[in-house]
């Protein structure tokens, strides 16, 4: 698969930005953007993505109910935090995470690693 298409959830718009900006540069397209856990709910039930890419605290709330969402799609997602896993949700553990700040070339394996490119 190339080209995914990716949703982000990131409540810092430069971040939010800087983000869609690398996810674009390694072939995928961000097809929604949030960046507070009202919208970030509702896009994650009514939006078609392969991936979502998620930070975990959303202007001091957790990333959670947008991430149940995801999950209860069955879709793929992964956390990026500058906060360690520690903030990760617990429902969450086992789930993929990257630390801010990423590197384009962390940002692709992730991404291919979890769609199987």
Do not use: C, W
């Not at 960046?35 to 392969?50: K, P, R, S, T, W």
């Not at 793929?76 to 949700?89: C, D, H, M």
């Not at 553990?93 to 690693?113: D, F, Q, V, W, Y």
């Amino acid at each position: 698969m190339t080209g995914a298409s990716v949703f982000l959830v990131e409540d810092e718009a430069l971040i939010r930005l800087m983000l869609a900006d690398m996810i674009e540069g390694l072939g995928h397209r961000v097809v929604a953007e949030a960046g507070n856990i009202q919208v970030g709910q509702a896009l994650a039930q009514a939006v078609i993505f392969d991936l979502a890419v998620l930070d975990i605290n959303i202007a001091g709330y957790s990333i959670s109910p947008v991430a149940e969402i995801i999950d209860g799609r069955g879709l793929p997602f992964l956390f990026v935090s500058g906060y360690g896993p520690a903030g990760r949700p617990e429902a969450f553990r086992t789930r993929r995470m990257l630390h801010k700040p990423l590197l384009i070339s962390k940002l692709g394996e992730a991404i291919n690693s979890i769609l199987s490119i």
